[in-house]
């Protein structure tokens, strides 16, 4: 009840749901109840949860935040929320995001953007989203507790699981899911001074999650501290036969490794993560995470990624390439919106028309592009092969007895809603990934951790970067830093 009361309080202004269920929220309460009250409850029994509008929900709002998913509202459960309904989770709606997931900043999605819940500070003091415990329980209050410190800029809360992000830093759930494509968890919890993990690839099922580039999506949780991100985590990773790409290891036991010692653990400071024009904040930063864990026993040692620098241009055309494929099936006539034509080809053409923005259209025909006769080989395939001599670069660094790779989490903090520069050239926008997308090129798993405040009082987040399914010690580390 009190997270019901606090989103019909708070959504008006930060729109992070585009759909809520407190129907079914009190509904699944009860059955919670009733299951504790019999001594037979599971790791997350009643904790309420806001899903990301991509996770296949049964009987509700599904819809890509996408216009051409109009009305859908699929029959089946996807099996990330089905294992947290299965451990007595609550959902309390679904999260706005980039349409079908591609952006940076939450302003692609068809229901508008979400508004982060931090503010610059004028008098640097530090600005957290306000919450009090009201008569009701949690009441989120949105943030302006002294109007006139703040300045009044609106400012986004990074892409695409904006909402995710924003719901969980503002109080609006006690956790969300969420989905990293190319950085998607760990960019927006980096802007909202939340936690976000997103997980080795495999480890977690994609059945009934909307596909956008499928070797590189995985999804994860979005929570307030490490803590809540290694329960979250350790419901929704499962092996499915549903999913051949996910894998069957063992789930372990994440929260055990909070609190652990990280001494004697080395951790790679990789030099080509240290870019032009990265703002000074950013590199303090860095050095205060590097100090921390130098302090806490661990052995600080230099490394090189030599081809991170083609990451990010080839992210852009293996990511595009995926999705252009993926997207073939919103024809108008299978999901969602249908607008009629004189044909089927031209209620095709009408239907993709109008159900698409912008991003997805620059996406689908970028993708269209590099897989098609004569530039297939030029763009798409060598793309491949850098994407291998990225994960080799990884694969050396760990080899050499590396553990856990530290980094900052994104080139800059939360940016203005509607920023001239990103709107103007899509790739400034597409810069924000910089840190990121060499984790899913690789599919390893990395962690965004909030670590400190930039000069306007705006939180800042590291990243952490482990071996291929050792989550377990990007929490243990990532404990330290927080
Ligand atoms: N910003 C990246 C993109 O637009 C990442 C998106 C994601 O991780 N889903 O492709």
Excluded at 88 to 109: I, P, R, W, Y
Excluded at 239 to 247: C, E, G, L, M, P
Excluded at 296 to 322: F, N, Q, R
């Amino acid at each position: 009840d009190a997270y019901v009361k606090a989103i019909d309080q708070a959504n008006a202004t930060f729109n992070a749901y585009v759909a809520t269920t407190p129907e079914k929220a009190r509904e699944m309460a009860k059955a919670s109840d009733a299951r504790l009250a019999r001594g037979d409850g599971g790791a997350l029994e009643g904790i309420p949860l806001g899903i990301k509008d991509l996770f296949a929900t049964e009987g509700v709002h599904t819809q890509a935040c996408s216009h051409v998913l109009d009305g859908f509202e699929p029959r089946y459960e996807s099996t990330v929320t089905a294992n947290l309904w299965a451990d007595g989770a609550v959902m309390l709606g679904k999260l706005n995001m980039d349409e079908f997931a591609m952006g940076s900043s939450n302003e692609t999605s068809y229901y508008g953007p979400v508004i982060n819940p931090w503010r610059r500070s004028r008098t640097e003091t530090v600005v957290m989203p306000t919450t009090h415990q009201g008569d009701g329980g949690f009441v989120a209050s949105g943030g302006a507790r002294t109007a006139r410190s703040y300045d009044n800029m609106q400012l986004v809360p990074g892409g695409s699981s904006g909402g995710s992000a924003a719901a969980v830093s503002a109080f609006l759930c006690a956790g969300a899911t969420a989905t990293d494509t190319g950085g998607s968890i760990r960019q927006p919890a980096a802007f909202t001074g939340t936690v976000g993990i997103k997980p080795t690839y495999g480890r977690v099922s994609r059945w009934g999650t909307v596909a956008f580039a499928s070797s590189l999506d995985q999804a994860g949780p979005i929570a307030r501290d490490v803590r809540d991100a290694a329960i979250l985590l350790k419901s929704m990773a499962s092996v499915d036969a549903k999913d051949t790409t996910s894998v069957d290891l063992p789930v372990p036991d994440y929260e055990a490794a909070i609190g652990k010692s990280v001494k004697g653990m080395k951790i790679g400071i990789p030099k080509e993560y240290r870019v032009d024009g990265m703002p000074e904040d950013i590199e303090a930063l860095w050095q205060k995470g590097i100090a921390w864990l130098r302090d806490a026993g661990a052995e600080i040692v230099d490394i090189s990624l030599p081809h991170t620098k083609y990451a990010l241009p080839a992210y852009y055309i293996v990511a595009p390439a995926e999705a252009s494929s993926n997207l073939a099936r919103y024809d108008g006539v299978r999901y969602g919106l249908r607008v009629p034509g004189k044909d089927i080809i031209e209620m095709y053409e009408n239907t993709r028309a109008a159900g698409f923005g912008r991003e997805v259209k620059r996406r689908i025909m970028i993708g269209t592009y590099v897989l098609s006769a004569g530039y297939y080989d030029a763009y798409y395939l060598q793309a491949q092969k850098v994407r291998t001599l990225i994960k080799r670069d990884f694969e050396l660094a760990f080899a050499a007895g590396v553990d856990v790779i530290l980094t900052p989490a994104t080139p800059s903090a939360a940016f203005g809603v509607a920023d001239e520069d990103m709107a103007a050239d899509p790739v400034k926008m597409y810069l924000n990934d910089i840190f990121t997308v060499t984790v899913n090129m690789a599919g390893l798993p990395g962690i965004a951790v909030p670590a400190g405040l930039d000069g306007h009082g705006l939180p800042l987040g590291l990243q952490l970067i482990g071996r291929p399914f050792d989550e377990e010690t990007l929490f243990q580390t990532a404990h330290v830093i927080e």
